[in-house]
């Protein structure tokens, strides 16, 4: 219930306004979505982020899409040129970059409507609280795995996976 009071109050007790708690909600679903074991997912994080500031949150949407549009001319047009110049180019290649490359785009974005100190402490928290966890629970899948081994030796740093495995003997294949 922690994150909740900090979404509510903020970090120092001051009260957050609606964009803002609904920015640390924002930050807070793609932080735990950022841990799943799917990496389709954790791919298209970025995108759902922005999808999420423009939709969501309500940015400045029209001012914020115009640069989004930008970039992405920009970046259809270099990749044009790039296939004129270099028959090998493989523009499929070139488009899930701009995927994995996605993350980048938030640099783009104005979040000054929104984002004063108050709301960073809030996501300060907020991060605190489930790096916090991921770790508590690192370290209870490293204890169970020396005790089944005996010592913290051998493959014991093996089993240890965080929350993105939720197992205790490390043999996931996911």
């Not at 423009?54 to 270099?78: C, D, K, M, P, Q």
């Not at 640099?107 to 929104?114: A, G, H, Q």
């Not at 005790?147 to 093996?158: L, M, N, P, S, Y």
């Not at 495995?165 to 043999?171: A, M």
């Amino acid at each position: 219930m922690a994150i909740a009071t900090f979404t509510r109050a903020g970090a120092a007790g001051v009260a957050l306004a609606p964009r803002q708690r609904r920015f640390v909600h924002l930050y807070l679903l793609i932080l735990l979505l950022a841990f799943s074991p799917l990496k389709a997912v954790a791919l298209v994080l970025p995108l759902l982020f922005i999808a999420g500031l423009l939709f969501y949150v309500g940015t400045r949407a029209r001012h914020n899409l115009r640069n989004l549009s930008l970039v992405a001319i920009f970046y259809v047009l270099l990749g044009a040129l790039q296939l004129l110049a270099a028959p090998q180019f493989s523009p499929l290649t070139y488009a899930l970059f701009a995927v994995t490359a996605s993350s980048f785009l938030v640099f783009f974005m104005d979040l000054r409507p929104f984002a004063d100190a108050h709301t960073i402490r809030s996501l300060r928290q907020v991060t605190l609280v489930v790096l916090t966890v991921e770790a508590l629970f690192g370290l209870l899948q490293g204890a169970v795995s020396a005790a089944r081994h005996g010592t913290f030796d051998g493959g014991v740093g093996d089993a240890v996976a965080g929350t993105i495995y939720l197992e205790f003997d490390g043999t996931s294949t996911l």
